[in-house]
């Protein structure tokens, strides 16, 4: 049960079907980046008690991999309606740990209670199929072989702050559709988001051991996590610098990263400006920046620079910066780090020549929307991913330079491509080396039931529900050798 002391509330952990505290009695104080207090407490999660939840785990695995597809999509079903009763609390869970709006908020948690639904329905309609061994030269037509697919065993899914419950989802709903455990490592500020959603699911019946949460520094338990021999594949949405190292310590086990991106938006000279500046803007600001999927440099040919810029620069003013209870787009960020890592990268650029359209103003974690223009290729701000509120102009003389300079980035997740040109618009997107290239539109993770993933450093393996389960799930073929 949930402790409340001094008005803060002290969350237990979920091991194997309980809430309960820690046997450490340590304790990880969450902060709110925009009321700048105290919201909850969350346990620190030790070594042992990560042996003894995944254990749990590799024994409840087997009888639910035993269950039928629907059966095991009723609990997730209940789990849906549970979410859907308690929506506006989630909603507002989110809010105070992460700084999301309310509105993006509550349309995070909508989202993740239709991915649910959607995961349940796209696993019952995938079928085995069977081969008749005569359709290979030579081979003999009396084998016939039944491919289905089985579970891996024990999933790990490690969520990030951004997006506290529908990244939590989408990686939790199809590794048990596919019959596995799960072991759930939320990022810390995000854990009490991550509690809210697993109470849910807890109320929907989730046999106990099935599913644990683990809640603690990655530094202290991260890695006996990953490294762990009971844990049977591995899905990761954060940092590039930490993705690195997770595929540098998994060894012999599937992984799925989610990692980050430098997504650039190419604007040629015959782009619909208005279409332009109201994709730009959304992608490149929305929730202060703090996305993977946020525009994050702006590649205008020159002929048009001008025009881009000045319609840039009222977009952005007339953005809202505040609250997030006042549905502000512009929000505080995540911490005063994350704040001095953007105001850094503003100043590198200034000093280096760029120019100061509009923005660069601070308040402790809030930043003011800024637009910077003439930025080259020697500036930081150029290639770094800011996760922030700022959003760099470079100037580019044809599309070949545009993509060039895009390609030159050691990211690769999306792409926008902005002309009314659609031979134009298909050459590009053959050329940029992301893993999705929106053709005037903004970047985005989603719809859930198209395939997501990027290249190079932006991550490994594809996402989206249908390639969620078979990334949580293997082949396994059956051979029955007919009487002649």
Not at 46 to 61: G, H, L, P, Y
Not at 359 to 377: C, E, F, I, K, Y
Request: proline share 5%.
């Amino acid at each position: 049960m949930d402790i409340v002391k001094n008005d803060v509330t002290t969350y237990p952990a979920y091991f194997a079907g309980n809430w309960q505290a820690r046997e450490s009695n340590k304790t990880i104080a969450i902060q709110s980046p925009w009321r700048h207090e105290t919201i909850g407490r969350v346990q620190a999660v030790t070594q042992s008690e990560v042996d003894q939840v995944i254990e749990a785990a590799r024994k409840a695995q087997k009888p639910w991999a035993k269950l039928s597809l629907s059966e095991r999509g009723a609990y997730l079903n209940k789990w849906a309606d549970e979410l859907d009763n308690q929506k506006d609390d989630l909603a507002t869970a989110v809010m105070d740990e992460v700084g999301k709006n309310y509105k993006a908020a509550k349309g995070e948690v909508v989202r993740t209670i239709n991915l649910i639904r959607y995961t349940v329905q796209e696993a019952l309609h995938m079928h085995g199929e069977s081969v008749r061994g005569d359709g290979f030269p030579g081979g003999s037509k009396e084998k016939l072989g039944i491919i289905e697919r089985v579970p891996l065993g024990v999933v790990l899914a490690i969520s990030p702050f951004n997006y506290p419950v529908n990244l939590s989802a989408s990686k939790i709903a199809p590794a048990l559709m596919a019959g596995n455990a799960v072991i759930f490592k939320p990022a810390t500020q995000g854990s009490i988001s991550g509690i809210k959603m697993i109470q849910a699911l807890d109320k929907a019946g989730l046999p106990k051991g099935l599913l644990s949460l683990v809640t603690g520094h990655g530094s202290e338990i991260g890695d006996y996590l990953t490294e762990h021999s009971g844990i049977n594949m591995i899905s990761f949405t954060g940092s590039t610098r930490t993705g690195k190292r997770l595929s540098q310590k998994s060894i012999m086990i599937p992984l799925v990263l989610e990692l980050g991106g430098k997504d650039p938006a190419i604007v040629c000279s015959d782009a619909d400006l208005d279409v332009t500046v109201k994709n730009i803007i959304g992608g490149a600001f929305s929730y202060s920046g703090q996305r993977c999927t946020a525009v994050k440099r702006v590649l205008v040919d020159d002929k048009i620079a001008d025009q881009l810029v000045a319609k840039l620069k009222t977009a952005v003013e007339n953005l809202s910066v505040g609250s997030p209870a006042d549905n502000s787009t512009i929000v505080p960020l995540i911490d005063n780090k994350a704040a001095d890592f953007v105001s850094n990268l503003i100043d590198d650029a200034l000093d280096k020549g760029a120019t100061l359209v509009t923005g660069n103003h601070r308040d402790g974690n809030l930043l003011t929307p800024t637009l910077l223009d003439n930025v080259t290729q020697d500036m930081d701000v150029a290639w770094i991913e800011p996760f922030g509120p700022v959003l760099p102009i470079i100037r580019v003389h044809s599309l070949d330079e545009a993509i060039k300079i895009a390609n030159k980035s050691n990211f690769g997740l999306q792409a926008s491509v902005f002309t009314q040109d659609i031979d134009k618009a298909l050459e590009a997107a053959g050329a940029i080396e992301v893993g999705t290239v929106q053709v005037n539109g903004r970047p985005s993770r989603g719809p859930d039931n198209f395939p997501f993933l990027g290249v190079k450093a932006s991550g490994m393996g594809t996402q989206g529900v249908h390639n969620s389960i078979l990334s949580m799930s293997r082949e396994k073929l059956t051979v029955v050798n007919l009487r002649p």
